[in-house]
Each structure stands twice: as structure tokens, then as C-alpha cells.
């Protein structure tokens, strides 16, 4: 089965600090990997994903993400947060066939607050 | 476009009720999960329908079942509903493309309390 870890409950920014929230998971297959963010108020919206090739990938709002098939790790960054990114952060995982290939397993989640 | 719909936003019930979710996909798209995010807690799959069937099942008692309909819209419905039912219930659409990737898109979820 997936199982997905992340490793920070909740973490307090100033802003412009730098940002790395980890994400880590079990499945020894091929996967898809996602980080999803929930603004306050707002629904699950999707950050970036990562399917296959290039292990960094770009997403929205200046994030970006690590893929290290090695680690199991798909660590979600910025260089430099802003206030308005104040949110709560999931990653997800799904494999790519067989069994969990259609369902989505969510971490826990990381609620990020930046302080102005 | 038209993004993932749900509706109620809210619904109060009390022990022992039956409850009926819905949900609208995402234009295209033809596939509909259904999870479950308690407080604090990130999404857990409840199922997935394609074709009007279900196609995949997390851990959920029989208690939760759904439905789709022939345009692609479903149903959640939660029977006998417990306290411990009280969560918010997301929709998410999808359409899984021949390549096993899988991108879901989700709707604004119904805040179900049990009282």
C-alpha cells in the first residue's frame, strides 16, 4: 500500500526566508507525485506534479519540487516566501499501474504561516 | 470552464441520518473520486467511479456508497452517519489517460457535521 510522510506539522516563516517542506513516501513502483495547497477558505488546488523526466519541476507561485527516486522524496521549495503564501500543503502520491493506480494518498500536511 | 462543483456546502445531520452528497466534474472529464479530509487531517480516498461503476474502494465501511450518472455527475451517500462522519467530503474529476497518469482536480468539498 502508499503511505505518504511529511515531516513538518507546522512551520513559521518570516518573509522572504527560504522554504523546504518534506515529503517523503512508500511504494516501490512507478508513481506520480503532487504537492497540493489549501488557502484559507479555499479548495485543494494543485502546486505542481511530477510524472516523469526531469526531476525538478517548476509550479506555480515561484514552488518548485525534487524528485529523488533514491530517498523516496519529493520536498517541496521556495526560495523566498511571501505572506500571501500562508497555507496548508500536501503531498500526494499515486502509482502509475496496479493496485492505488487511481486513488490519490495524501500526506498529513504541513500548515505553513509566514509572518509579515 | 467550469471547475469541479459540490453541493451542499454545509449540511448539519444528527446520529443515525442518511446524507446525500453531489457532485459535478470538471468539464472533459469523466472520472469522479471521492475523500474524506477530517480536521487536521489530509484526504482519504473513499472511491472512484468511472463508466457508473466503482472502480476502486479505500478503506470505508458499506455505510458509504455512491453513484455516477450517465453525465458524469455523482453521488456520495453516507447512511446510519456517525459522529465520527463529520468531515469535509471532497469531490475530485479526472480523466486517466492511457499513460496511467492520474490528475485530479478538486471541487470546494461539503462540510458535513454530525450532531
Known amino acids: 500500500a502508499q503511505s505518504v510522510s511529511q515531516h513538518n506539522h507546522h512551520v513559521i516563516l518570516s518573509e522572504a526566508a527560504s522554504l523546504e517542506l518534506g515529503c517523503n513516501y512508500s511504494y516501490g513502483g512507478t508513481v506520480n507525485l503532487f504537492w497540493y495547497v489549501q488557502y484559507p477558505g479555499q479548495h485543494l488546488q494543485l502546486l505542481l506534479k511530477?510524472?516523469?523526466?526531469?526531476?525538478l519541476v517548476k509550479g506555480i507561485k515561484g514552488f518548485e519540487a525534487e524528485f529523488i527516486k533514491s530517498k523516496f522524496s519529493f520536498n517541496l521549495r521556495k526560495p523566498s516566501v511571501q505572506w500571501s503564501d500562508t497555507a496548508e500543503y500536501f503531498c500526494a502520491v499515486n502509482a502509475r499501474s496496479g493496485a492505488g493506480s487511481y486513488q490519490l494518498t495524501f500526506g498529513k500536511g504541513t500548515k505553513l504561516s509566514v509572518i509579515p | 470552464d467550469a471547475g469541479v462543483t459540490q453541493s451542499p456546502t454545509h449540511l448539519i445531520k444528527t446520529r443515525g441520518q442518511q446524507v446525500t452528497l453531489r457532485c459535478s466534474p470538471k468539464?472533459?472529464?469523466?472520472?469522479v473520486s471521492w475523500y474524506q479530509q477530517a480536521l487536521g487531517q489530509g484526504p482519504q480516498f473513499i472511491f472512484q467511479?468511472?463508466?457508473?461503476?466503482?472502480?476502486q474502494r479505500g478503506n470505508f465501511p458499506d455505510r458509504f456508497s455512491g453513484h455516477q450518472f450517465p453525465n458524469y455527475s455523482s453521488e456520495l451517500n453516507v447512511n446510519a452517519l456517525l459522529l465520527g462522519d463529520s468531515a469535509l467530503y471532497l469531490c475530485?474529476?479526472?480523466?486517466?489517460?492511457?499513460?496511467?497518469?492520474?490528475?485530479?482536480?478538486f471541487g470546494p468539498g461539503t462540510r458535513l457535521t454530525v450532531l
Open positions: 467511479y468511472y463508466e457508473e461503476e466503482e472502480r
Open positions: 511530477y510524472f516523469s523526466g526531469d526531476p
Open positions: 475530485a474529476s479526472s480523466l486517466l489517460l492511457g499513460t496511467g497518469i492520474n490528475e485530479q482536480f
Open positions: 468539464s472533459g472529464h469523466d472520472t
